[in-house]
């Protein structure tokens, strides 16, 4: 595949004759902390070395022309009338204009070029780097004046209200804040964050991708948020500090949803489970107990695959064959769910054989290749020099 950050430039060059400002955004991984962000719990997320380019320049009239280069297609539309497009794909560009529309920022007309390598559907967040990649640019070419994470809400905002999938921040703020050799500690409530130094000598985060996506992804995904705010609900009856599953602990779960519906009950089980997790997960980096946080994705799985619901036996199989590898110190299910990849951490000198083994176990059960996908933690949204 070509490079994409030359591949935007080029074809810019060649459907409009100008010089371009090329942005890159990246796509995420989350190293625990899965369906908590919308949630206002933790997240431990990181920008990696796959990302989102768009090459663009102003127009003089409020036309938008995009091109996206990967499918060689073009879409063009206008500021004035941002309408969704079946097409799909020119919708996370749209979305932004419509955002900015919203809060009166004046931006008019513009050529885009798209292009990206972080692989569609694979629980990575290419959507996210897209929204961020094109709030980015035209942020910067129209001196809209937006900090980083007025950026980052104004991309959620357009993911939930345009494209209609109501997603927490963390997708947006991990590839907009970003850092090299780190993963962001964020506080998805009050949006305080910190950075964990995550570069492990001799340990590679690896990402074994089951090349499926159930149709379930979308629907479930919005459905287990609203069984999320009924929990709460019942638990503020009795507890009426309790405003996100954040506030709630496991005894007030027991307390007030065991006797309701056992998806309730599960579900906000899970979620406060996880946020516990992850807070004892942070700790086990700082003291660099790596084996102690393995294991902690290991038990995040179980929870995604039994509470919350949202794996696949795709999925489920992959875990179970990376627990037979010494090598693999921890794997889980990461994303949305229902297909995407398992996130796992790879002892480097056994990495070659595992990943061969992994891929023959999965294509002898399931009759489906495998893409791996070994990962570098990356800077975060930036103009391309």
């Known amino acids: 595949?070509?490079?994409?950050?030359?591949?935007?430039?080029?074809?810019?060059?060649?459907?409009?004759?100008?010089?371009?400002?090329?942005?890159?955004?990246?796509?995420?991984?989350?190293?625990?902390?899965?369906?908590?962000?919308?949630?206002?719990?933790?997240?431990?997320?990181?920008?990696?070395?796959?990302?989102?380019?768009?090459?663009?320049?102003?127009?003089?009239?409020?036309?938008?022309?995009?091109?996206?280069?990967?499918?060689?297609?073009?879409?063009?539309?206008?500021?004035?009338?941002?309408?969704y497009s079946d097409k799909g794909w020119p919708n996370y560009v749209v979305c932004i204009v419509e955002q900015l529309l919203k809060i009166n920022k004046k931006v008019g007309g513009f050529n885009a070029v798209i292009s990206g390598d972080v692989p569609l559907g694979a629980g990575m967040s290419s959507s996210a780097a897209l929204e961020c990649a094109t709030a980015f640019a035209l942020n910067h070419i129209y001196g809209l004046g937006l900090e980083k994470m007025q950026i980052v809400k104004l991309a959620q905002k357009a993911e939930n209200e345009f494209v209609g999938v109501?997603?927490?921040?963390?997708?947006?703020?991990?590839?907009?804040?970003?850092?090299?050799?780190?993963?962001?500690?964020?506080?998805?409530?009050?949006?305080?964050?910190?950075?964990?130094?995550?570069?492990?000598?001799?340990?590679?985060?690896?990402?074994?991708?089951?090349?499926?996506?159930?149709?379930?992804?979308?629907?479930?995904?919005?459905?287990?948020?609203?069984?999320?705010?009924?929990?709460?609900?019942?638990i503020q009856q009795k507890y009426q500090e309790v405003t996100t599953l954040r506030d709630a602990t496991i005894e007030m779960v027991q307390e007030c949803l065991k006797n309701e519906s056992k998806d309730i009950y599960d579900r906000c089980k899970y979620v406060v489970e996880e946020n516990n997790r992850l807070l004892a997960a942070c700790?086990?980096?700082?003291?660099?107990?790596?084996?102690?946080?393995?294991?902690?994705?290991?038990?995040?799985?179980?929870?995604?695959?039994?509470?919350?619901?949202?794996?696949?036996?795709?999925?489920?199989?992959?875990?179970?064959?990376?627990?037979?590898?010494?090598?693999?110190?921890?794997?889980?299910?990461?994303?949305?769910?229902?297909?995407?990849?398992?996130?796992?951490l790879v002892r480097e000198e056994e990495l070659e054989g595992i990943v061969k083994r992994m891929k023959e176990a999965y294509y002898n059960k399931m009759n489906i290749g495998m893409n791996v996908y070994i990962t570098q933690i990356e800077e975060g949204t930036h103009l391309v020099k």
């Open 1 to 83: 595949m070509k490079d994409p950050q030359n591949l935007v430039k080029e074809v810019f060059k060649k459907t409009f004759n100008e010089e371009p400002l090329i942005v890159r955004s990246p796509g995420r991984v989350n190293l625990i902390g899965e369906h908590t962000d919308y949630n206002m719990g933790y997240v431990l997320p990181a920008a990696i070395n796959k990302a989102a380019y768009i090459a663009i320049t102003k127009r003089d009239d409020d036309t938008i022309f995009i091109v996206a280069a990967d499918l060689d297609e073009s879409y063009t539309t206008t500021v004035s009338s941002c309408a």
């Open 166 to 234: 109501k997603c927490g921040i963390m997708d947006q703020f991990a590839s907009v804040f970003g850092k090299k050799g780190h993963v962001v500690k964020l506080d998805c409530r009050s949006l305080k964050y910190e950075y964990v130094p995550f570069e492990l000598e001799g340990i590679k985060i690896v990402l074994f991708d089951s090349m499926v996506k159930h149709s379930l992804a979308s629907s479930e995904y919005n459905v287990r948020t609203s069984q999320c705010g009924e929990g709460v609900s019942i």
């Open 283 to 344: 700790d086990d980096l700082q003291d660099n107990k790596i084996e102690d946080f393995g294991q902690k994705m290991y038990e995040t799985h179980t929870g995604l695959s039994e509470l919350y619901e949202v794996s696949c036996p795709e999925l489920d199989f992959i875990v179970s064959c990376a627990k037979k590898e010494k090598g693999i110190l921890g794997a889980r299910m990461m994303g949305g769910g229902f297909g995407g990849c398992v996130i796992s």
